[in-house]
DNA sequence: GCTAATATACCGACCGGTCGGTACAGTACC
DNA sequence: GGTACTGTACCGACCGGTCGGTATATTAGC
C-alpha cells in the first residue's frame, strides 16, 4: 500500500467523521493533506470507492486502539465486555462529544442512499453485536442460565449506538454515562453473582417469555 | 398558516427523511410540490428555514399520530410507556425500515455542523426523555423504590434510536425487536409486581450505586 | 554504459451538472 | 391601484470527475 494512499485515508476519516460522507468533498480533502486532484483519482477511482477504503481504515483503528488491547488483557470476558464499553466512552469523552460513533453515523446517513454502503455497515454492526456475544458465550460460565446472548449482544450493540448518539446531541457525555450505567446495571442481573444468582434475574434475557 | 406553505413542509418532511437534510436539495421538494422556486423563495427565506419548520411539522405529527391517542387512552402509566414503544415499533415495521428515527438522522447528521439545529434536536431529545419521565412519575405508585427516574428515561431514548438504527441498517425490524424486547423486560424489572418486588430488581436504576 | 521503453506518480485546467439563492416581470384578487 | 402571490430566467459557487501532459524511477536491449 502507497503511503499517500493511507495519509488520503487518514485525513479523509477525519473529515468524514465530523461531516459525514456526502458533506465532505473532494476538495476538503485535497486541501487537508496537500494532495492535488489528478493524484487523488490516481489513487481512488472514486469518492465511493474512497468511502469504502474509509470504512476499513475506521474498523482496523477500531480493533487497534480499543478492541485489542482489552482482548490482550488478562481479564475474565465479562469484564472485558464493560472495558468496551467504557472503551467507548472514553473516545466519547475525549472527542468531546464531537463527532460521535462513525459507523452509526454513515449507517444513518447511507443506509437508504446507497446499498453498497449499507451491507458493509451491516456486517460492521453484525461484527460488533458478534463481538459481545463472543465476549458473553465465553463468560457464559458466569452467567445466569436462559440468557439469549444473540439477544442481549444486539441490545449492547443499541444502548451503545443510541448513548453515543444522545452524547452529540447534547454535546455532553453526561446522558451517554448515564445509559452506559444502566446497560452495565441491566448486565450485572445475567451474572451468576453475590447479589442474586437464582431469583429474579435469571429470567432476563430470556427468550420466549413474554 | 397557507395551505400551499404546509404541503412543502409536508413534502420536505418526507423527503428529508429518506434522504437525509444536507442531501435533498430544493428542487427534490419542488419537483414533489409542482411548486416554483420563486414561490418557494416566497414562503421560506431559506433553506435552514424550511428545516425548522420540518422539524416542528414532525413534532406535531408524532404527537398526533402516535402519542396523543396513547395519552388520551384510558391504560396505566406504565402500560402506555410500554404502548408508546410498540407504537414505534410499528411506526418501523410499516415503513419497512426505511428512513429511521427523523430525529436521530437529523441529530447525528447535523449536531456537528449547524449550531441551531443541534440546539432545537437537543430540545426534542430532551423533550422525548421528559415524556417516558413523566409516565414513569406518573407510575410511581406502580415501580419499586429509589429508581432513577431521569437516568432511566434517557435509558429509553438510547434503546429506542439505537434499536431504529438497527432496524435502518439491517433492513429488518428483527434486531430491533429483539432490544425493545430486552427494553420492556428490564422496565418490568423496575415494576413492583408479582415477579419480585423487594429483593434483587429494586436497586436497578438506583443513583450512585456503582 | 548508453539509450529506449515502460510504469508509477503527480499536476492543474477544465468539464457538465447541481447547489442554494435572487431578480423581476406577470397576475389575480380586493 | 396596491398587495399577495406565482413563474421564469438567471447567478456564482461548488460538486465529482476527466483530461492531456509531465517528472521520475526502473528496467530492457544493445
Redesign the interface.
Known amino acids: 500500500m502507497s503511503e499517500k494512499r493511507e495519509q488520503i485515508i487518514e485525513a479523509a476519516s477525519q473529515i468524514i467523521h465530523?461531516?459525514?460522507f456526502?458533506?465532505t468533498s473532494i476538495d476538503d480533502i485535497l486541501q487537508r493533506t496537500g494532495v492535488k486532484k489528478g493524484n487523488f483519482y490516481f489513487y481512488f477511482k472514486s469518492k465511493e470507492e474512497l468511502g469504502f477504503a474509509v470504512l476499513e481504515h475506521l474498523i482496523g483503528e477500531f480493533h487497534r486502539r480499543c478492541l485489542a488491547p482489552i482482548q490482550a488483557s488478562a481479564d475474565t470476558p465479562f469484564n472485558k465486555m464493560i472495558r468496551v464499553i467504557d472503551a467507548l466512552d472514553s473516545e466519547q469523552a475525549k472527542a468531546q462529544c464531537?463527532?460521535?460513533c462513525p459507523f452509526?453515523?454513515m449507517?444513518?446517513?447511507l443506509?437508504?442512499?446507497h446499498e453498497g454502503f449499507?451491507q458493509r455497515?451491516?456486517e460492521i454492526?453484525r461484527g460488533m453485536?458478534q463481538l459481545f456475544q463472543s465476549l458473553l458465550k465465553d463468560a457464559a460460565g458466569e452467567l445466569v442460565e436462559g440468557v439469549d446472548l444473540?439477544?442481549?449482544s444486539?441490545?449492547i450493540?443499541?444502548?451503545?449506538?443510541?448513548?453515543i448518539?444522545?452524547a452529540?446531541?447534547?454535546?455532553s457525555i453526561t446522558?451517554?454515562r448515564?445509559?452506559f450505567?444502566?446497560?452495565?446495571?441491566?448486565l450485572s442481573?445475567l451474572r451468576r453473582g453475590p447479589?442474586?444468582a437464582s431469583?429474579?434475574?435469571q429470567?432476563?434475557?430470556k427468550r420466549n417469555?413474554?
Not at 158 to 163: D, H, T
Request: aromatic share 6%.
Open positions: 465530523l461531516k459525514g456526502n458533506n464531537c463527532g460521535g452509526g453515523n449507517a444513518l446517513e443506509s437508504d442512499l449499507r455497515l451491516e454492526f453485536a444473540e439477544e442481549v444486539q441490545f450493540v443499541a444502548v451503545v449506538e443510541g448513548g448518539m444522545l452529540k446531541v447534547h454535546k446522558p451517554m448515564q445509559c450505567r444502566q446497560l452495565k446495571q441491566y442481573t447479589i442474586d431469583g429474579s434475574a429470567w432476563l434475557g417469555t413474554q
